[in-house]
């Protein structure tokens, strides 16, 4: 099977624009996942969508926001960019089948953002 | 919370040495804990998960990792490490989301 797969792989923006960043999940696949890794923070959950569905946040501004396609692909979109906002996001896919279960996440390659 | 703790930033050892990289966890019930592996530029490669069973999950590449429940630990080894092994590695637990920890960078020399 096709991994995850992410586009693009890289963006360059400047502060007060948006973007959009795009996640393929491995085929079959329902639920999918965003994280925003950074050197001082980590990684940290953005959000989790399964079946066109938000199922579960983490803290983040209403800036970022997501959805998902009925064919279980998703998107991302983080408007009026901050400096902050460099990172690079990592889309997750797994099964789902039951929020916090112990299925496993399987990652992309990730989208690096770099806001200027 | 759930919570997990990697408490080395960094970890070196020589080709053909064993290897651990350490994770403790503070959870409430039945903890699901996972290690994934970072190379740069990439993203995250799963290794192993504990769920349930066995104390000692084998996982891919040669690693393993061991589950201690008295010591809240998820310790992540190997036998011979390789080169090729050079890493950021994170240790999560599953609370719907993953939780990572602040990841251990591991570095083997020829």
């Known amino acids: 099977k096709a991994g995850v797969t992410q586009t693009p792989r890289y963006l360059i923006k400047t502060r007060g624009q948006q973007v959009t960043l795009s996640c393929s999940p491995i085929s079959g696949h329902r639920s999918v996942s965003w994280y925003q890794q950074t050197p001082g923070q980590g990684l940290q959950f953005l959000f989790e969508y399964f079946s066109e569905t938000q199922r579960n946040k983490g803290n983040f501004p209403g800036r970022f926001s997501g959805r998902q396609f009925s064919n279980s692909r998703s998107e991302m979109n983080v408007s009026t960019l901050e400096l902050g906002d460099s990172a690079l996001y990592l889309c997750?896919?797994?099964?789902?089948?039951?929020?916090?279960?112990?299925?496993?996440?399987?990652f992309g390659p990730g989208t690096r953002l770099t806001v200027l | 919370a759930q919570s997990v703790a990697q408490p080395e930033d960094q970890v070196n050892v020589a080709e053909g040495n064993p290897l651990t990289v350490k994770c403790t966890y503070s959870v409430s019930g039945n903890p699901y804990l996972f290690w994934y592996v970072q190379y740069p530029n990439r993203g995250l490669q799963f290794l192993l998960k504990y769920i349930t069973g066995d104390n000692l999950v084998k996982g891919s590449y040669g690693f393993e990792a061991e589950f201690n429940k008295s010591q809240t630990s998820f310790h992540l080894k190997k036998p011979s490490a390789l080169v090729s092994d050079s890493a950021l590695y994170f240790c999560a637990v599953r609370d719907g989301k993953l939780i990572f920890g602040t990841g251990t960078r591991l570095q083997v020399f020829p």
């Open positions: 997750a896919s797994s099964p789902g089948l039951t929020s916090g279960s112990a299925d496993t996440q399987y």
